[in-house]
Protein backbone atom coordinates (compact mmCIF):
# COMPACT_ATOMS: atom_id res chain seq x y z
CA UNK A 1 0.00 0.00 0.00
CA UNK A 2 0.98 3.46 -1.08
CA UNK A 3 2.40 6.09 2.07
CA UNK A 4 0.28 9.30 2.26
CA UNK A 5 1.81 12.82 3.09
CA UNK A 6 -0.39 15.54 4.18
CA UNK A 7 1.27 18.75 3.53
CA UNK A 8 0.81 21.81 4.71
CA UNK A 9 2.19 25.37 3.47
CA UNK A 10 0.62 28.69 2.95
CA UNK A 11 2.89 28.94 -0.02
CA UNK A 12 2.87 26.65 -2.81
CA UNK A 13 3.18 26.47 -6.51
CA UNK A 14 2.21 28.76 -8.43
CA UNK A 15 2.95 31.18 -5.84
CA UNK A 16 6.17 33.58 -6.23
CA UNK A 17 6.93 33.52 -2.56
CA UNK A 18 10.45 32.08 -2.50
CA UNK A 19 9.24 29.56 0.27
CA UNK A 20 6.58 27.71 -2.24
CA UNK A 21 9.64 26.24 -3.89
CA UNK A 22 10.86 24.02 -1.39
CA UNK A 23 7.32 22.67 -0.61
CA UNK A 24 7.06 22.70 -4.12
CA UNK A 25 9.60 20.24 -4.90
CA UNK A 26 9.17 18.52 -2.11
CA UNK A 27 5.50 17.21 -3.37
CA UNK A 28 7.19 16.22 -6.68
CA UNK A 29 10.19 14.96 -5.02
CA UNK A 30 7.67 12.65 -2.48
CA UNK A 31 5.01 11.60 -5.38
CA UNK A 32 8.12 10.98 -7.68
CA UNK A 33 9.22 7.70 -4.77
CA UNK A 34 5.42 6.32 -4.84
CA UNK A 35 3.28 8.28 -2.24
CA UNK A 36 0.02 9.76 -2.18
CA UNK A 37 0.94 13.59 -1.65
CA UNK A 38 -2.31 15.88 -0.35
CA UNK A 39 -1.59 19.46 0.04
CA UNK A 40 -3.36 22.43 2.56
CA UNK A 41 -2.51 25.74 1.22
CA UNK A 42 -3.24 29.68 0.25
CA UNK A 43 -6.07 29.66 -2.42
CA UNK A 44 -4.48 31.95 -5.15
CA UNK A 45 -5.94 33.94 -7.66
CA UNK A 46 -8.48 32.53 -10.43
CA UNK A 47 -5.63 32.21 -13.12
CA UNK A 48 -2.81 30.98 -10.71
CA UNK A 49 -5.92 28.30 -9.38
CA UNK A 50 -6.42 27.59 -13.15
CA UNK A 51 -2.71 26.60 -13.32
CA UNK A 52 -1.93 24.67 -10.23
CA UNK A 53 -4.78 22.78 -10.82
CA UNK A 54 -3.95 21.57 -14.66
CA UNK A 55 -0.94 19.47 -13.21
CA UNK A 56 -0.38 16.39 -11.25
CA UNK A 57 3.08 16.78 -10.95
CA UNK A 58 2.23 17.86 -7.20
CA UNK A 59 -0.44 15.58 -5.66
CA UNK A 60 -3.94 17.05 -4.99
CA UNK A 61 -3.89 20.12 -3.41
CA UNK A 62 -6.84 21.42 -1.26
CA UNK A 63 -6.97 25.55 -1.93
CA UNK A 64 -8.51 27.76 1.13
CA UNK A 65 -9.61 30.92 0.99
CA UNK A 66 -7.43 34.03 3.26
CA UNK A 67 -9.86 36.72 4.21
CA UNK A 68 -7.92 39.78 3.95
CA UNK A 69 -9.08 40.71 7.26
CA UNK A 70 -11.44 43.46 9.13
CA UNK A 71 -8.43 44.62 11.48
CA UNK A 72 -5.31 44.86 9.67
CA UNK A 73 -6.01 47.55 7.21
CA UNK A 74 -7.34 49.70 10.27
CA UNK A 75 -3.82 48.47 11.92
CA UNK A 76 -1.61 49.37 8.60
CA UNK A 77 -3.41 52.60 8.23
CA UNK A 78 -2.20 53.30 12.10
CA UNK A 79 1.30 51.92 11.23
CA UNK A 80 1.65 53.76 8.29
CA UNK A 81 1.11 57.54 10.36
CA UNK A 82 4.43 57.79 11.61
CA UNK A 83 6.92 59.55 10.56
CA UNK A 84 8.84 58.87 7.43
CA UNK A 85 12.54 59.93 6.56
CA UNK A 86 12.95 62.62 4.16
CA UNK A 87 14.96 61.93 1.00
CA UNK A 88 18.11 63.63 2.05
CA UNK A 89 17.94 61.29 5.39
CA UNK A 90 20.15 58.43 4.47
CA UNK A 91 22.20 56.24 6.41
CA UNK A 92 25.28 56.70 7.71
CA UNK A 93 28.46 55.34 5.72
CA UNK A 94 29.07 52.16 8.52
CA UNK A 95 25.72 50.96 7.59
CA UNK A 96 24.13 51.12 10.39
CA UNK A 97 20.10 50.45 10.74
CA UNK A 98 17.68 52.90 11.63
CA UNK A 99 16.85 52.27 15.12
CA UNK A 100 13.09 51.99 15.84
CA UNK A 101 11.23 54.94 18.10
CA UNK A 102 9.79 52.00 19.87
CA UNK A 103 12.25 50.04 21.32
CA UNK A 104 14.99 50.75 24.20
CA UNK A 105 13.99 51.36 27.75
CA UNK A 106 13.88 55.48 27.15
CA UNK A 107 10.99 54.46 25.13
CA UNK A 108 9.21 52.00 27.46
CA UNK A 109 10.04 54.38 30.48
CA UNK A 110 7.86 57.39 28.69
CA UNK A 111 5.39 55.39 27.10
CA UNK A 112 1.92 57.25 27.12
CA UNK A 113 -1.26 55.11 28.06
CA UNK A 114 -2.28 55.88 24.40
CA UNK A 115 0.89 54.45 23.25
CA UNK A 116 0.50 51.75 25.13
CA UNK A 117 -2.83 51.03 24.13
CA UNK A 118 -1.98 51.23 20.25
CA UNK A 119 0.70 48.55 21.26
CA UNK A 120 -1.23 46.05 22.55
CA UNK A 121 -3.86 46.21 19.81
CA UNK A 122 -1.23 45.94 17.50
CA UNK A 123 0.14 42.86 19.41
CA UNK A 124 -3.51 41.74 19.40
CA UNK A 125 -3.59 41.57 16.03
CA UNK A 126 -0.34 40.30 15.44
CA UNK A 127 -0.97 37.30 17.52
CA UNK A 128 -0.74 34.00 14.95
CA UNK A 129 0.39 36.57 12.21
CA UNK A 130 -2.32 37.82 10.02
CA UNK A 131 -3.90 34.59 8.56
CA UNK A 132 -6.16 33.67 11.36
CA UNK A 133 -9.27 33.21 8.66
CA UNK A 134 -6.81 30.43 6.56
CA UNK A 135 -5.63 28.82 10.01
CA UNK A 136 -9.56 28.64 11.11
CA UNK A 137 -10.42 26.94 7.28
CA UNK A 138 -7.91 25.07 7.61
CA UNK A 139 -8.51 23.15 10.92
CA UNK A 140 -12.51 22.75 9.82
CA UNK A 141 -11.11 20.92 6.30
CA UNK A 142 -8.85 18.96 8.73
CA UNK A 143 -12.37 17.94 10.53
CA UNK A 144 -13.96 17.02 7.25
CA UNK A 145 -10.72 14.87 5.78
CA UNK A 146 -10.89 13.14 9.01
CA UNK A 147 -14.87 12.71 8.76
CA UNK A 148 -14.31 11.94 5.33
CA UNK A 149 -12.53 8.73 6.61
CA UNK A 150 -8.90 10.37 5.50
CA UNK A 151 -6.04 8.48 6.56
CA UNK A 152 -1.90 9.39 6.44
CA UNK A 153 1.17 8.09 7.26
CA UNK A 154 2.67 11.57 7.53
CA UNK A 155 2.18 15.15 8.37
CA UNK A 156 5.04 18.13 7.22
CA UNK A 157 3.91 21.42 7.75
CA UNK A 158 5.98 24.18 6.44
CA UNK A 159 6.77 28.08 7.70
CA UNK A 160 6.64 30.64 7.28
CA UNK A 161 4.51 31.63 8.58
CA UNK A 162 4.85 29.63 11.96
CA UNK A 163 1.13 29.72 12.36
CA UNK A 164 1.04 26.68 9.88
CA UNK A 165 3.02 24.35 12.54
CA UNK A 166 -0.48 25.17 14.59
CA UNK A 167 -2.03 23.27 11.89
CA UNK A 168 0.16 20.23 11.58
CA UNK A 169 -0.09 19.82 15.42
CA UNK A 170 -3.71 19.27 15.11
CA UNK A 171 -3.23 17.25 11.72
CA UNK A 172 -0.95 15.15 14.29
CA UNK A 173 -3.67 14.83 17.16
CA UNK A 174 -6.87 14.30 14.63
CA UNK A 175 -4.63 11.85 12.42
CA UNK A 176 -2.82 10.14 14.76
CA UNK A 177 0.47 10.15 12.66
CA UNK A 178 3.93 11.05 12.91
CA UNK A 179 4.66 14.60 12.25
CA UNK A 180 7.53 17.17 10.57
CA UNK A 181 7.80 20.66 11.48
CA UNK A 182 9.41 22.58 8.85
CA UNK A 183 11.29 25.26 10.89
CA UNK A 184 12.80 27.09 7.87
CA UNK A 185 13.14 30.63 9.44
CA UNK A 186 12.72 31.06 13.67
CA UNK A 187 9.53 30.74 14.42
CA UNK A 188 9.31 34.14 16.40
CA UNK A 189 11.09 37.05 14.36
CA UNK A 190 8.49 39.38 15.49
CA UNK A 191 10.66 41.52 17.21
CA UNK A 192 12.81 42.08 14.36
CA UNK A 193 9.70 42.70 11.82
CA UNK A 194 7.64 44.51 13.95
CA UNK A 195 8.96 45.54 17.63
CA UNK A 196 5.72 47.90 17.21
CA UNK A 197 3.33 45.13 18.34
CA UNK A 198 5.18 43.21 21.10
CA UNK A 199 3.44 42.76 24.27
CA UNK A 200 4.26 40.39 27.70
CA UNK A 201 0.87 38.25 26.43
CA UNK A 202 2.08 38.26 23.17
CA UNK A 203 5.66 36.99 24.10
CA UNK A 204 4.22 34.17 26.32
CA UNK A 205 1.46 32.75 24.18
CA UNK A 206 4.06 32.12 21.18
CA UNK A 207 6.88 31.09 23.39
CA UNK A 208 4.15 28.40 24.61
CA UNK A 209 3.15 27.73 21.25
CA UNK A 210 7.12 27.14 19.76
CA UNK A 211 7.55 25.22 22.73
CA UNK A 212 4.91 22.98 22.75
CA UNK A 213 5.55 22.50 18.65
CA UNK A 214 9.32 21.04 19.74
CA UNK A 215 7.93 18.99 22.15
CA UNK A 216 5.06 17.00 20.08
CA UNK A 217 6.79 17.14 16.80
CA UNK A 218 8.00 13.53 15.96
CA UNK A 219 10.88 15.50 13.55
CA UNK A 220 11.96 19.06 13.42
CA UNK A 221 13.90 20.13 10.05
CA UNK A 222 15.53 23.48 10.28
CA UNK A 223 17.96 24.94 7.15
CA UNK A 224 21.18 26.61 9.12
CA UNK A 225 23.57 25.08 11.74
CA UNK A 226 23.46 27.72 13.95
CA UNK A 227 19.45 27.84 14.24
CA UNK A 228 19.91 23.37 15.10
CA UNK A 229 22.54 24.36 17.85
CA UNK A 230 20.20 26.87 19.03
CA UNK A 231 16.81 24.99 19.15
CA UNK A 232 19.17 22.13 20.86
CA UNK A 233 20.78 24.36 23.74
CA UNK A 234 17.11 26.20 24.84
CA UNK A 235 15.57 23.05 24.33
CA UNK A 236 17.60 19.71 24.75
CA UNK A 237 14.62 17.14 24.52
CA UNK A 238 14.40 18.11 20.83
CA UNK A 239 18.18 17.80 20.36
CA UNK A 240 17.57 15.10 19.20
CA UNK A 241 14.88 15.52 16.74
CA UNK A 242 16.74 18.32 14.85
CA UNK A 243 17.62 17.77 11.32
CA UNK A 244 19.59 20.23 9.28
CA UNK A 245 18.75 20.02 5.13
CA UNK A 246 19.13 23.05 3.15
CA UNK A 247 16.87 24.78 0.73
CA UNK A 248 19.18 23.76 -2.74
CA UNK A 249 19.61 25.18 -5.56
CA UNK A 250 16.49 24.00 -8.61
CA UNK A 251 18.17 23.19 -12.25
CA UNK A 252 21.24 22.15 -13.60
CA UNK A 253 24.41 24.33 -12.79
CA UNK A 254 25.52 26.89 -16.05
CA UNK A 255 28.94 26.20 -16.40
CA UNK A 256 30.14 28.39 -19.31
CA UNK A 257 31.15 32.21 -17.51
CA UNK A 258 31.02 35.24 -19.25
CA UNK A 259 34.36 36.87 -20.14
CA UNK A 260 35.40 40.12 -17.89
CA UNK A 261 36.53 42.36 -21.48
CA UNK A 262 33.46 44.85 -21.04
CA UNK A 263 33.54 45.20 -17.22
CA UNK A 264 32.66 43.66 -14.32
CA UNK A 265 29.00 42.67 -13.65
CA UNK A 266 27.23 42.86 -10.31
CA UNK A 267 23.82 41.65 -10.01
CA UNK A 268 20.95 41.83 -7.16
CA UNK A 269 17.84 40.10 -8.18
CA UNK A 270 14.86 40.25 -5.53
CA UNK A 271 13.58 42.86 -2.70
CA UNK A 272 15.18 45.46 -0.35
CA UNK A 273 13.25 44.81 2.97
CA UNK A 274 13.81 44.75 6.52
CA UNK A 275 17.35 45.39 6.96
CA UNK A 276 19.07 45.10 3.58
CA UNK A 277 20.64 48.74 3.66
CA UNK A 278 22.09 49.16 0.28
CA UNK A 279 23.89 52.39 0.81
CA UNK A 280 26.87 50.99 1.71
CA UNK A 281 27.18 49.32 -1.44
CA UNK A 282 26.12 52.09 -3.48
CA UNK A 283 29.03 54.44 -1.89
CA UNK A 284 31.72 51.54 -2.42
CA UNK A 285 30.84 51.41 -6.16
CA UNK A 286 31.15 55.15 -6.59
CA UNK A 287 34.66 54.84 -5.03
CA UNK A 288 35.73 52.11 -6.80
CA UNK A 289 34.51 54.55 -10.35
CA UNK A 290 37.28 57.11 -8.75
CA UNK A 291 39.88 54.25 -8.36
CA UNK A 292 42.76 53.93 -10.66
CA UNK A 293 42.42 50.08 -10.69
CA UNK A 294 41.30 49.06 -14.48
CA UNK A 295 39.29 46.86 -13.68
CA UNK A 296 37.39 48.10 -11.08
CA UNK A 297 36.79 51.48 -13.21
CA UNK A 298 34.45 49.23 -15.06
CA UNK A 299 32.45 47.65 -12.44
CA UNK A 300 28.24 48.11 -12.79
CA UNK A 301 25.42 47.02 -10.44
CA UNK A 302 21.99 46.12 -11.71
CA UNK A 303 19.09 45.52 -9.55
CA UNK A 304 16.03 43.67 -10.73
CA UNK A 305 12.93 43.24 -8.46
CA UNK A 306 11.31 45.59 -5.76
CA UNK A 307 14.24 47.73 -5.31
CA UNK A 308 13.04 51.68 -6.03
CA UNK A 309 12.84 52.46 -2.44
CA UNK A 310 14.32 51.08 1.22
CA UNK A 311 12.73 51.97 3.98
CA UNK A 312 11.53 55.01 2.35
CA UNK A 313 14.77 56.14 0.29
CA UNK A 314 14.02 56.87 -2.63
CA UNK A 315 16.89 54.91 -3.99
CA UNK A 316 17.18 56.17 -8.03
CA UNK A 317 17.00 59.68 -6.64
CA UNK A 318 20.27 58.93 -4.86
CA UNK A 319 21.92 57.10 -8.03
CA UNK A 320 20.88 60.37 -10.00
CA UNK A 321 22.30 63.13 -6.75
CA UNK A 322 25.63 60.50 -6.85
CA UNK A 323 26.03 61.07 -11.11
CA UNK A 324 26.26 57.02 -10.88
CA UNK A 325 23.28 56.49 -13.56
CA UNK A 326 25.64 54.71 -15.52
CA UNK A 327 27.17 52.46 -12.34
CA UNK A 328 23.91 51.27 -11.05
CA UNK A 329 20.59 51.01 -12.30
CA UNK A 330 17.43 50.02 -11.27
CA UNK A 331 15.12 47.31 -13.08
CA UNK A 332 11.68 46.23 -12.56
CA UNK A 333 11.15 42.52 -12.18
CA UNK A 334 11.40 40.45 -14.87
CA UNK A 335 10.17 36.97 -16.17
CA UNK A 336 12.40 34.03 -15.36
CA UNK A 337 13.18 33.35 -18.57
CA UNK A 338 15.45 36.84 -19.08
CA UNK A 339 16.31 36.59 -15.17
CA UNK A 340 17.75 33.22 -15.95
CA UNK A 341 20.20 34.81 -18.88
CA UNK A 342 20.95 38.17 -16.90
CA UNK A 343 22.32 35.62 -13.70
CA UNK A 344 24.02 33.62 -15.99
CA UNK A 345 26.12 36.62 -17.47
CA UNK A 346 26.62 38.44 -14.23
CA UNK A 347 30.53 38.00 -12.70
CA UNK A 348 29.37 39.10 -9.03
CA UNK A 349 26.09 38.02 -7.47
CA UNK A 350 25.22 40.23 -4.68
CA UNK A 351 23.22 38.47 -2.21
CA UNK A 352 21.80 40.89 1.02
CA UNK A 353 21.81 39.12 4.05
CA UNK A 354 22.06 41.58 6.93
CA UNK A 355 21.25 41.24 10.42
CA UNK A 356 20.25 37.52 10.28
CA UNK A 357 21.89 35.65 12.48
CA UNK A 358 19.91 32.34 11.70
CA UNK A 359 18.90 32.92 8.39
CA UNK A 360 19.98 32.00 5.04
CA UNK A 361 18.26 33.33 2.28
CA UNK A 362 17.31 31.13 -0.34
CA UNK A 363 19.01 32.87 -2.70
CA UNK A 364 22.27 31.99 -0.81
CA UNK A 365 21.68 28.33 -3.08
CA UNK A 366 20.21 29.47 -6.13
CA UNK A 367 23.40 31.47 -6.62
CA UNK A 368 25.29 28.80 -6.13
CA UNK A 369 24.40 27.68 -10.07
CA UNK A 370 25.41 30.19 -11.85
CA UNK A 371 29.63 30.69 -12.75
CA UNK A 372 29.82 34.23 -10.95
CA UNK A 373 31.33 35.11 -7.82
CA UNK A 374 28.31 34.83 -4.55
CA UNK A 375 28.82 38.20 -2.54
CA UNK A 376 26.94 37.95 0.43
CA UNK A 377 26.85 41.37 2.43
CA UNK A 378 26.31 39.95 6.43
CA UNK A 379 27.73 39.95 9.59
CA UNK A 380 30.93 37.77 10.63
CA UNK A 381 29.26 35.00 13.30
CA UNK A 382 25.76 34.77 10.57
CA UNK A 383 24.87 31.34 9.35
CA UNK A 384 25.72 33.08 5.73
CA UNK A 385 28.76 33.41 6.94
CA UNK A 386 29.47 30.26 8.18
CA UNK A 387 28.07 28.30 5.29
CA UNK A 388 30.24 30.02 2.64
CA UNK A 389 33.53 30.29 4.65
CA UNK A 390 33.50 26.66 5.55
CA UNK A 391 32.65 25.55 2.32
CA UNK A 392 34.46 28.24 -0.07
CA UNK A 393 30.79 29.34 -1.72
CA UNK A 394 32.09 32.78 -2.24
CA UNK A 395 33.04 35.66 -0.58
CA UNK A 396 31.11 37.68 2.56
CA UNK A 397 31.89 41.18 3.99
CA UNK A 398 30.18 43.67 6.74
CA UNK A 399 27.51 45.96 5.04
CA UNK A 400 30.29 48.54 5.88
CA UNK A 401 31.79 50.66 2.66
CA UNK A 402 35.69 50.01 3.25
CA UNK A 403 35.05 46.09 3.73
CA UNK A 404 32.72 46.48 0.82
CA UNK A 405 35.47 48.13 -1.36
CA UNK A 406 37.71 45.08 -0.58
CA UNK A 407 35.40 42.26 -0.74
CA UNK A 408 34.50 43.67 -4.37
CA UNK A 409 38.45 43.76 -5.36
CA UNK A 410 38.57 40.10 -3.94
CA UNK A 411 35.53 38.62 -5.85
CA UNK A 412 37.00 40.07 -8.74
CA UNK A 413 40.25 38.39 -8.35
CA UNK A 414 38.76 35.23 -7.29
CA UNK A 415 36.34 35.18 -10.69
CA UNK A 416 39.34 35.80 -12.83
CA UNK A 417 41.30 32.88 -11.35
CA UNK A 418 38.77 30.42 -11.65
CA UNK A 419 40.39 27.04 -13.41
CA UNK A 420 37.21 24.87 -13.70
CA UNK A 421 38.54 22.97 -11.36
CA UNK A 422 36.22 23.44 -8.45
CA UNK A 423 34.67 21.10 -6.02
CA UNK A 424 31.02 19.99 -6.70
CA UNK A 425 28.20 21.83 -5.48
CA UNK A 426 25.80 18.73 -6.45
CA UNK A 427 25.48 18.48 -2.18
CA UNK A 428 24.01 22.01 -2.48
CA UNK A 429 21.19 21.33 -5.06
CA UNK A 430 17.38 20.95 -4.45
CA UNK A 431 17.35 17.04 -5.42
CA UNK A 432 20.01 15.88 -3.15
CA UNK A 433 18.52 17.77 -0.30
CA UNK A 434 15.27 16.16 -0.89
CA UNK A 435 16.94 12.89 -0.88
CA UNK A 436 17.66 13.50 2.69
CA UNK A 437 13.80 15.06 3.18
CA UNK A 438 12.77 11.33 1.68
CA UNK A 439 15.23 9.34 3.65
CA UNK A 440 14.13 11.00 7.21
CA UNK A 441 10.06 10.98 5.86
CA UNK A 442 10.55 7.29 5.00
CA UNK A 443 12.82 6.44 8.10
CA UNK A 444 9.80 8.03 10.56
CA UNK A 445 6.73 7.03 9.23
CA UNK A 446 5.71 3.34 9.32
CA UNK A 447 6.17 0.62 6.94
CA UNK A 448 2.53 0.16 6.59
CA UNK A 449 -0.60 2.01 8.10
CA UNK A 450 -0.05 1.11 12.13
CA UNK A 451 -3.78 0.21 13.10
CA UNK A 452 -5.30 1.94 10.35
CA UNK A 453 -3.78 5.38 11.22
CA UNK A 454 -6.34 7.89 11.34
CA UNK A 455 -9.17 5.49 10.95
Known amino acids: MKKRVLLISYHFYPDRAVGAKRTTQLAESLQNEGWIVETITRKLTQPEEAKRQSTES???V????QHPG?????????KGSGNHPSDNDYP??????PTNPDSGKDAEVSESLLQKSKRYLFSLQALLDANKSWLFLSFLYLVYLRLRGQQYDLVISSSPPASVHLVG????AIFGCKWIADVRDPLNLWHEVSPGSNSMMREKIEAWLEDTYYKHADALVVTTNPLKDRISEDIPR????VNLIYNGYDGIRVEERPRTDGGVKMVFAGSLYMNRNPFPLFKAIKRLGESTDDISQNVRLDLYGDCQYWNGHDLSKWITENNLEGKIQIHSFVDSENLEKILSGAHILVNFAQNQPLQIPAKTFEYLRYPAISLAITDSDSAVSRLMSDHGLGVNSENSEDKLLDAIRIAIRKFDERDGSENSLEEFSRNHQNSKYLELATNLSPTSREANCGS
Do not use: Q
Not at 238 to 241: F, P
Open 58 to 60: YGT
Open 238 to 241: ASEK
Open 62 to 65: YSLY
Open 169 to 172: LLAK
Open 70 to 78: IVDPLWRKI
Open 92 to 97: ADSGAE
